[in-house]
């Protein structure tokens, strides 16, 4: 099992930026596909990015985020990150990160093994 934790979420403006990590402790996070879902009030938890892992030469974006956000690793420091760019009203959201073992079906939560209690993200208009 491994543990996460993600940082990064606060209150910003539409149009800004916000970087979110997912560092994980208890096993290597090498080994695991990533990713990154979001969950608005009222609303059900959506995919938002996911990543392959070691390399993590493949990536897969919500189409909601293609060309804003950009998912990357850094396996020296056992991390996941989620780079957010040109913030909108509607990225506002609780943002948590995932762990699987197969990069496959990754925009289905039910296939990730393992969860961070997520950030808030907040974006003002």
């Known amino acids: 099992q491994v543990q996460l934790v993600e940082s990064g979420g606060g209150l910003v403006q539409a149009g800004d930026s916000l970087r979110l990590s997912c560092a994980a402790s208890g096993r290597t996070l090498i080994s695991r596909a990533v990713g990154w879902f979001r969950q608005a009030p009222g609303k059900e938890r959506e995919f938002v990015a996911a990543?392959?892992?070691?390399?993590?030469?493949?990536?897969s974006y919500a189409d909601s985020v293609k060309g804003r956000f950009t998912i990357s690793r850094d396996n020296a420091n056992n991390m996941v990150s989620l780079q957010m760019n040109g913030l909108k009203p509607e990225d506002t959201a609780v943002y948590y990160c995932?762990?699987?073992?197969?990069?496959?079906?990754?925009?289905?939560?039910?296939?990730?093994?393992?969860w961070g209690r997520g950030t808030q993200v907040t974006v003002s208009s």
């Open positions: 990543i392959t892992s070691w390399t993590g030469a493949r990536t």
């Open positions: 995932a762990a699987r073992l197969v990069f496959d079906n990754v925009e289905y939560a039910s296939g990730y093994n393992d």
